[in-house]
């Protein structure tokens, strides 16, 4: 189930595209969980978590662009939908990585095509998760952030995007497993998440953080054909 934010201070406009939410949900068979929150005020500060927002622009106090500008301090993927009449306002939409524009009064045949844009946008951030013990428990990571997973003395080190390192014991083999296709062996001792790798070498990988990792005589040629397609798959 999606989760569906709804940023708007006239109830109407609300009322409207909670509506047109339904009906898109029943004809596409797609559950959908839709919040109205009545203002950007309300919105601001409260690192609100969602599949998709509908931002109305025009609003008291804070008007939607500022609380687009806040919301991509905390996070810059979920897809935005700027919803107004205020067409001036689209050049810095697109500062905040807005997905779409709706003009009010928004009709359902206008709806349509933006909503099936933003569903093929959630259905692309879906990501599986992985567990990986920690010294404070379990700790639950989304697959993306994971940069790359090395083995020493048998320890595994889960290299996560926020800096942090977490040791498990394991095995290569059961890791490659477990995270499936969106990684690739560059090596005996090491996988790298494909989409984490940020420039290719004869005989390495660099990843986002900038760590370069480097191919084993024996993964080399496979490393960087399963490379090769995943670039040719994301175009």
Request: one cysteine or more; a negative charge; proline letters at 4%.
């Amino acid at each position: 189930m999606y989760r569906i934010l709804i940023v708007e201070d006239t109830p109407a406009e609300a009322d409207a595209l909670r509506s047109h939410l339904a009906r898109f949900s029943s004809e596409r068979d797609v559950p959908l969980d839709v919040q109205v929150i009545p203002g950007a005020f309300e919105f601001v500060g409260a690192h609100h978590q969602a599949d998709l927002i509908f931002m109305d622009i025009d609003m008291p106090g804070v008007n939607g662009i500022e609380a687009a500008e806040e919301l991509r301090t905390y996070d810059d993927q979920v897809p935005l939908v700027f919803v107004t009449n205020l067409a001036q306002y689209a050049v810095r939409g697109y500062a905040v990585d807005a997905l779409d524009f709706l003009v009010k009064p928004v009709t359902y045949e206008a709806f349509v095509p933006c909503m099936e844009r933003a569903l093929r946008a959630m259905r692309r951030r879906e990501v599986q998760t992985v567990t990986i013990p920690s010294p404070d428990g379990l700790r639950v990571a989304r697959q993306d952030e994971v940069l790359y997973v090395d083995i020493l003395r048998h320890d595994l080190h889960y290299h996560l995007a926020d800096g942090s390192d977490l040791r498990v014991r394991g095995s290569i083999r059961a890791v490659a497993d477990e995270l499936g296709a969106g990684f690739v062996k560059v090596s005996a001792s090491c996988l790298a998440n494909l989409a984490q790798v940020r420039l290719v070498r004869q005989g390495s990988v660099v990843m986002a953080d900038g760590t370069e990792l480097f191919f084993s005589r024996g993964c080399r040629k496979a490393a960087l054909e399963e490379i090769a397609n995943y670039v040719g798959r994301s175009v």
